[in-house]
């Protein structure tokens, strides 16, 4: 595989922070709506430090394999589209995972999924 253009790599590096600070507003919201508490030092803190890095190596790596993996289907569009599904899936799979902690309590929501979540996407 050929190294990735300049371009490439800043729409690589565009879409994954992106979607990395998206999903990071989703987990926010949601343990702030069920009033989830990962530590003493706060949710912010959590989330800046294990949750953006995280978010960003998933994101970026992702969407740049799975671009460049379906390169041969097209120029730019049918890869950006395949790429963006794979990194929307992917934040969808890490906020199960981290937005609706199993380990905690459902005290405000039930599974810890808030109530604005729609019934349709599963979490």
């Given at each position: 595989?050929?190294?990735?253009?300049?371009?490439?790599?800043?729409?690589?590096?565009?879409?994954?922070?992106?979607?990395?600070?998206?999903?990071?507003?989703?987990?926010?919201?949601?343990?702030?709506?069920?009033?989830v508490?990962?530590?003493?030092?706060?949710?912010?803190?959590?989330?800046?430090?294990?949750?953006?890095?995280?978010?960003l190596?998933?994101?970026?790596g992702?969407?740049?394999?799975?671009?460049?993996?379906s390169?041969?289907?097209?120029?730019?569009?049918?890869?950006?589209?395949?790429?963006?599904?794979?990194?929307?899936?992917?934040?969808?799979?890490?906020?199960?995972?981290?937005?609706?902690?199993?380990?905690?309590?459902?005290?405000?929501?039930?599974?810890?999924?808030?109530?604005?979540?729609?019934e349709?996407?599963?979490?």
């Open positions: 595989m050929a190294k990735p253009s300049k371009f490439e790599s800043f729409v690589f590096v565009v879409v994954g922070v992106a979607g990395a600070f998206g999903f990071l507003t989703l987990v926010r919201r949601a343990w702030d709506t069920c009033a508490k990962i530590n003493d030092l706060g949710n912010g803190v959590t989330l800046l430090f294990l949750g953006l890095p995280v978010a190596i998933v994101n970026i992702l969407f740049g394999l799975v671009f460049r993996l390169k041969g289907q097209g120029k730019f569009v049918k890869p950006f589209l395949a790429a963006a599904i794979a990194v929307a899936l992917a934040d969808l799979a890490l906020f199960s995972w981290a937005g609706t902690p199993a380990t905690l309590p459902a005290s405000v929501c039930p599974a810890n999924v808030p109530a604005w979540w729609p349709w996407i599963p979490t």
